[in-house]
């Protein structure tokens, strides 16, 4: 045997799914679920999971219409937790989204699917032997789960072929998919042979120029992420199969306050309601008992220099302290504000707001009387300029002041590969190439301009997978 041929290998399979994230991992899960034999997941990197094994867990969920029992929505958020039935859902998002971009029969299809994504999820976990699923827990938490799965899969006669990349789509001369080309790190080149491929390769945050392609007017490199810098190497996979490239995708964003050593955990401490957030010129600039929904990163867009300033007394930080902040459980937010404090970049502590408005670089006279305002807004009981719900409308009076720099927060992108319900891959004449699948943030359809349904990215990643694994187990059955 030569050297050339050394270099060479060719696999079997009946279907490929190409990355190891949510998408992948639940195609996978629900093809062997469905008795079909021989599935590969290529994966780039050493560890399973992508993106979604950085998330918290928190998982968009339709109600099971069957379920009559009554649910106070979540305030501000109606939908979070799933306490929306389906059509209540559909209809909801539909009009959010103006049916811009937002395919509707790919939408209801993910939201139907949804239904029943946390009994699917709990039964593998209790065929693994452990705890009902949490619908949501520390960053990274979900992590864990990913490790599960991969190793659930491998148990049930799945292969994962890690630090190994798909170079090509292969196709007959009738255009159905026939396998892979892939690659590991040793430059071995290997070719599957299968039935079936799907593209499960996550979204492109860390490719600049695609994200200054997409984002144009919202894009530039104030954004934190502490992301897996994915460069979308799907997107080319799939052009060259022939798929179609819508010519807009979504950033997936949110605010937050980031430090430098990355850690995700203490970015929510701006995300509080009941804090006052103003820009550099000291003004207020939306209402801030929204500032954990997606609109709230447009207005923050819109800010000179795309940062916000989010302010607190310290009667606010020691109620915070008590209650524990949304993904930071136990974080000691009076020792950890007084660490950053030191370092001057981030936060900043003062005894009065004329040495924060120096700290932020505005004038001081602004940031007084906007504080001043604020204040007496707060006691009457009524927000003049922001209609501010009445119960987060707490003084600022307590010294010492805090104020946290933060800036918009890159979470992910959605798009560009379009799909229909079935999560086939269309070309451009917008039919399905045969055998040719795609899941999760590559795919469009299902996010217009913003980001909308609390915990979708994942939530969705994981039903299309589902809805993708299972079309492809009916392709190859009928081939």
Same mark, same amino acid.
């Given at each position: 045997?030569?050297?050339?041929?050394?270099k060479?290998?060719?696999i079997?399979?009946n279907?490929?799914?190409?990355?190891?994230?949510?998408?992948?991992?639940?195609?996978?899960?629900?093809?062997?679920?469905?008795?079909?034999?021989?599935?590969?997941?290529?994966?780039?990197?050493l560890?399973?999971?992508?993106?979604?094994?950085?998330?918290?867990?928190?998982i968009?969920?339709?109600?099971?219409?069957?379920?009559?029992?009554?649910?106070?929505?979540?305030?501000?958020?109606?939908?979070?937790?799933?306490?929306?039935?389906?059509?209540?859902?559909?209809k909801?998002?539909?009009?959010?989204h103006?049916?811009?971009?937002?395919?509707?029969?790919?939408?209801?299809?993910?939201?139907?699917?949804?239904?029943?994504?946390?009994?699917?999820?709990?039964?593998?976990?209790?065929?693994?032997?452990?705890?009902?699923?949490?619908?949501?827990?520390?960053?990274?938490?979900?992590?864990?789960?990913m490790?599960?799965?991969?190793?659930?899969?491998?148990?049930?006669?799945?292969?994962?072929?890690?630090?190994?990349?798909?170079?090509?789509i292969?196709?007959?001369?009738?255009?159905?998919v026939?396998?892979?080309?892939?690659?590991?790190?040793?430059?071995?080149?290997?070719?599957? +042979?299968?039935g079936?491929? =799907?593209?499960?390769?996550?979204?492109?945050p860390g490719?600049?120029?695609? &994200? $200054? /392609?997409? @984002?144009?007017?919202?894009?530039?490199?104030?954004?934190y992420?502490?992301?897996?810098?994915?460069?979308?190497?799907?997107?080319?996979?799939?052009?060259?199969?022939?798929?179609?490239?819508?010519?807009?995708?979504?950033?997936?964003?949110?605010?937050?306050?980031?430090?430098?050593?990355?850690?995700?955990?203490?970015?929510?401490?701006?995300?509080?309601?009941?804090?006052?957030?103003?820009?550099?010129?000291?003004?207020r600039?939306?209402?801030?008992?929204?500032c954990?929904?997606?609109?709230?990163?447009?207005?923050?867009?819109?800010?000179?220099?795309?940062?916000?300033?989010?302010?607190?007394?310290? +009667?606010?930080?020691?109620? =915070?302290?008590?209650?524990?902040?949304?993904?930071?459980?136990?974080?000691? &937010? $009076? /020792?950890? @504000?007084?660490?950053?404090?030191?370092k001057?970049?981030?936060?900043?502590?003062?005894?009065?707001?004329?040495?924060?408005?120096s700290?932020i670089?505005?004038d001081?006279?602004?940031?007084?009387?906007?504080?001043?305002?604020?204040?007496?807004?707060?006691?009457?009981?009524?927000d003049?300029?922001?209609?501010?719900?009445?119960?987060?409308?707490?003084?600022?009076?307590?010294?010492?002041?805090?104020?946290?720099?933060?800036?918009p927060?890159?979470?992910?992108?959605?798009?560009?590969?379009?799909?229909?319900d079935?999560?086939?891959?269309?070309?451009?004449?917008?039919?399905?190439?045969?055998?040719?699948?795609?899941?999760?943030?590559?795919?469009?359809?299902?996010?217009?301009?913003?980001?909308?349904?609390?915990?979708?990215?994942?939530?969705?990643?994981?039903?299309?997978?589902r809805?993708?694994?299972?079309?492809?187990?009916?392709?190859?059955?009928?081939?």
């Open positions: 045997m030569n050297s050339e041929q050394n060479k290998s060719t079997k399979a279907l490929v799914i190409i990355g190891g994230g949510g998408a992948g991992m639940a195609a996978a899960l629900s093809a062997i679920q469905q008795g079909i034999k021989d599935v590969y997941i290529l994966e780039k990197r560890n399973i999971g992508g993106n979604s094994s950085l998330a918290g867990g928190m968009f969920a339709a109600r099971d219409p069957k379920d009559t029992t009554k649910i106070k929505p979540e305030r501000g958020n109606p939908l979070a937790g799933g306490p929306g039935y389906p059509d209540d859902v559909f909801e998002t539909m009009s959010f103006h049916y811009d971009r937002v395919n509707p029969r790919i939408m209801r299809a993910l939201i139907n699917k949804s239904v029943g994504t946390i009994p699917w999820l709990n039964k593998w976990l209790e065929d693994y032997g452990t705890d009902t699923y949490r619908n949501q827990g520390p960053p990274g938490s979900f992590g864990k789960l490790k599960m799965f991969a190793e659930k899969f491998e148990l049930g006669g799945g292969r994962i072929l890690r630090h190994t990349a798909a170079k090509k292969l196709k007959d001369k009738d255009g159905k026939t396998g892979v080309i892939a690659a590991n790190k040793e430059g071995k080149e290997i070719r599957i +042979n299968a079936a491929v =799907m593209i499960a390769t996550g979204g492109f490719n600049k120029k695609l &994200l $200054k /392609k997409y @984002f144009p007017y919202y894009y530039d490199d104030v954004y992420t502490d992301t897996i810098p994915i460069e979308g190497d799907g997107i080319q996979l799939a052009q060259k199969a022939g798929a179609y490239l819508e010519d807009y995708c979504t950033l997936i964003r949110e605010n937050g306050y980031s430090f430098e050593t990355g850690k995700n955990t203490p970015n929510r401490a701006a995300m509080e309601p009941f804090s006052v957030w103003v820009n550099g010129r000291g003004e600039f939306l209402d801030e008992s929204i954990r929904a997606n609109p709230s990163t447009n207005a923050l867009l819109a800010q000179p220099g795309k940062v916000g300033f989010a302010l607190f007394d310290d +009667n606010l930080v020691r109620i =915070m302290n008590e209650r524990s902040i949304p993904g930071a459980p136990g974080l000691d &937010l $009076k /020792k950890f @504000f007084k660490a950053e404090n030191q001057g970049k981030w936060i900043k502590i003062a005894d009065t707001w004329n040495e924060i408005a700290w670089g505005t001081v006279k602004a940031l007084n009387e906007t504080v001043s305002e604020y204040n007496s807004f707060c006691d009457k009981g009524h003049d300029v922001f209609a501010k719900d009445k119960d987060y409308l707490m003084p600022l009076r307590e010294p010492p002041f805090y104020s946290i720099k933060f800036r927060i890159m979470i992910d992108t959605v798009g560009p590969v379009r799909v229909n079935r999560f086939e891959v269309l070309d451009k004449q917008e039919k399905p190439i045969p055998g040719l699948y795609a899941g999760g943030v590559i795919t469009a359809g299902w996010q217009g301009y913003d980001y909308y349904l609390f915990g979708s990215a994942l939530g969705l990643s994981l039903n299309s997978g809805i993708a694994g299972e079309s492809a187990v009916k392709y190859l059955q009928s081939v």
